[in-house]
């Protein structure tokens, strides 16, 4: 039997040598690894956004690969062109960056609308259609992709069916005092990552990939990540709740952070700990709320103390 913990373990301890102080953040990213999702990192620049995609990607042996979206990219300088060779008087593909193992997609609301609608299908489909000949994606594939929530002009912000296709929305912010001394002390001589090394093989991920969907989940966790799914569709403030995607999101990561931790079996507590990243960017706050400066991390945890716990009550 594949031990999930082991190997999430290795990714997280190996990544941490270069993403410090941020565990939260790294094992979120393990968890869209192990759950074939997409991650959306949202954060300011300069808070190891790449750092974090080049170190899953040398943990796991992974190929690497950033695209630096512009307004000016076409479809094509992301999934790949077919371009005719004189010599052999054939068109030959030459695939994009979008067709490695793990893909940091930088800035991705800078890209006009038509190339994010490129990326996202390749991220849905797991393939790449040029000329009509179908190209595949390789395994385990990983797409994490980065927006700047602060600076706008110039942007083009992803619309609300293309946000519901990542997995998570993950924060990874500042580090704190005593981590960003390590870090400056760290990074005196040479960068970590230089000296990072693979400690799993790409076997070992797709099989754990496939072991994490065998995790036990009972009844009345499926009925607790239901009625919670449900409830953002009733409540007050929000125009559109989450979808029938979020709840399968929340399904599949609670599956994946209970193997993590060591268990066969699904807990309430991995639910509610998975709930925000999973279902706080598939909302839409209605206008009085947005006045008001609701936020959607804010509705996701009024839910979760309004749904009643299976097992328990609530306060």
Do not use: W
């Amino acid at each position: 039997m594949t031990d999930i913990q082991s190997i999430a373990e290795k990714i997280i301890k190996n990544v941490e040598n270069v993403i410090i102080g941020k565990a939260d953040a790294v094992r979120l990213t393990v968890i869209g690894l192990l759950c074939k999702g997409h991650v959306l990192i949202e954060d300011v620049p300069g808070t190891g956004k790449t750092m974090l995609a080049k170190s899953i990607a040398k943990s796991t042996g992974c190929t690497f690969n950033r695209i630096q979206f512009t307004p000016d990219m076409l479809p094509s300088d992301v999934t790949g062109v077919s371009i005719f060779n004189q010599k052999t008087r054939e068109f030959e593909f030459r695939p994009g960056p979008i067709l490695n193992q793990i893909v940091l997609t930088d800035e991705i609301n800078r890209a006009t609308p038509k190339t994010q609608a490129a990326l996202l299908e390749v991220m849905e489909e797991g393939q790449v259609t040029v000329d009509g000949v179908t190209h595949y994606t390789p395994e385990p594939f990983l797409v994490l992709a980065t927006q700047n929530p602060i600076e706008y002009e110039g942007t083009f912000p992803l619309p609300e069916a293309q946000m519901d296709r990542f997995l998570m929305r993950i924060n990874i912010g500042y580090p704190d005092g005593p981590d960003e001394i390590r870090m400056l002390e760290e990074q005196q001589i040479i960068h970590p990552i230089e000296n990072l090394e693979q400690v799993v093989s790409v076997e070992e991920i797709i099989a754990a990939q496939k072991a994490v969907r065998e995790q036990t989940i009972s009844d009345d966790i499926k009925r607790y990540i239901v009625d919670l799914v449900d409830m953002t569709r009733r409540h007050n403030e929000v125009y559109l709740g989450a979808s029938p995607r979020g709840s399968l999101a929340l399904f599949r990561t609670s599956q994946a952070l209970a193997a993590i931790l060591g268990r066969s079996y699904v807990l309430p507590d991995d639910v509610k700990r998975l709930a925000v990243p999973t279902l706080a960017h598939r909302l839409i706050v209605g206008s009085t709320a947005r006045i008001r400066e609701v936020d959607e991390r804010q509705i996701i945890e009024e839910v979760l103390s309004q749904v009643k716990v299976p097992g328990g009550e609530i306060d």
